[in-house]
């Protein structure tokens, strides 16, 4: 096996020292340089799987050798090493395209960690052409798609925190996992959490874990979900629905790298990556006040924002073929297909539930239809919900259309959007919306959304 190769850039002799003997018992190669001049010219005479810089340098910042690595050696990873509580810095040297940051004092066993981590992009050699479209789980053909492919590769690479966009049902956690699998951490635990569906007095010992006797029904330690993801991904999901105290709680942790349990006397360290999502604005929360700006800014370092479907029609086909192949093996059932008609039907619709309210929409046709063929019918799709976004208000009664349909758009949109908010949980749809599960059983059938 190939020795791997380190270049260690900073002025402190002591710190160099200090790097060199640190890789130099895991067995990595090392070349110093004091200076940007003398790392970029490093870089042009040998090749590094690894490059380590300080943040401050005699005739320029670390950020400006991230960038020219970026630029030049774009498949190096290069880390930063920051003064202790300068978030902001770290924060910008990942948006430049940092691997990761580890600050002073260096903690070894954090760069020794970091370091095993930035080895193995050489391992995972992360392609979008060697991935089918299905085993990714991103299925689709249209060029947005196959943007946010690529863009999943290129996150992959990297340790910064990535905050997924996008309307309820587009497929999050699916681009979650994908950045997951195709990184370095894919060997660890993938944990997702709900964060709107943990309860507020629980939430703390649900992320952080408890010691035994530190509340009544601690019977005994318990990990909480950062240990449970040690050296792999944590990812939030619904992470606008945090109460304001946990945000305090969170923030903490990722910018401390450690956790203290409840109870617990000392702070864990942790090796996470935070991955978090919401179909929610969250930019507009934190002008509203409802969510921390700082903790925004912490988990957004890069946003990756999946399109509705509506904005993507022409992979409904493709999705649609995938769900009915997937559904045929889960029944132990030969594959069933449209009718030039039914699929015709489907690339009109709005689809406010988007890629999840596809899959109802089939499973529900599946069950309705004579034989292996699906039919307009069985879509059981309301011809006067055509191509309306979610987000788009009725048209007006009187311009060709008559009161009870204009009500019934009305309604339509209302619990289209409790279903949304609360991730098409019926039972909480219907309190949000004031009614019984019942009633609200019967609207979602007369209106064709059941």
Known sequence: MTQATALIVDDEPDIRELLEITLGRMRIDTRAAADLA?????LTRANFDLCLTDMRLPDGSGIDLVRHIG???????????????????????????????????????????????????????ADPKTHAPAQQGLLGQSAVIE???????????????????????????????????????????????????????LMESEFFGHKKGSFTGAVADKPGLFQEAEGGTLFLDEVADLPMPMQVKLLRAIQEKAVRPVGGQQEIPIDVRILSATHKDLAELVKQGDFRQ????????????????????????????HILERLAQRNGEP???????????????????????????LERALTLCDGQRIDTDDLQLNEDSEALPSDTP?????????????????????????????????????????????????????????
Request: overall charge positive.
């Open 147 to 201: 943007r946010i492919r690529r863009m999943t590769t290129k996150l992959a690479r990297s340790q910064a925190p990535v905050y997924i966009s996008g309307e309820s049902g587009t497929g999050k956690e699916v681009a979650a996992r994908l950045i997951h699998r195709l990184g370095p951490r894919a060997d660890h635990p993938f944990v997702a959490v709900n964060c709107g569906a943990i309860p507020q007095e």
């Open 71 to 125: 630029e030049h050696h774009p498949e190096l990873p290069v880390a930063v090493i920051t003064a202790h509580g300068n978030m902001e810095l770290a924060v910008e040297a990942l948006k430049a395209g940092a691997f990761d940051f580890v600050s002073k004092p260096v903690d070894l066993k954090i760069l020794r960690t970091l370091v095993e981590t930035a080895l193995k992009l050489e391992k995972t050699g």
């Open 335 to 361: 594959h069933a297909e449209l009718s030039d008609a039914a699929m015709q039907r489907l690339a009109r619709h709005p689809f406010p539930g988007n890629v999840r309210e596809l899959e109802n929409i």
């Open 38 to 42: 003398e790392a970029r010219h490093w």
């Open 294 to 321: 700082d903790l925004f800014y912490r988990i957004n370092v890069i946003e990756l924002h999946i399109p509705p479907l509506r904005e993507r029609r022409e992979d409904i086909p493709l999705l649609t073929a």
């Open 394 to 450: 009725p048209p007006e009664p009187g311009n060709g259309q008559s009161l009870e349909d204009y009500l019934a758009n009305i309604e339509r949109q209302t619990i289209v959007k409790a279903l949304e908010e609360t991730r098409w949980n019926k039972t909480a749809a219907a309190k949000k919306l004031g009614i019984s599960f019942r009633a609200l059983r019967y609207r979602l059938q007369k209106l064709g959304l059941d």
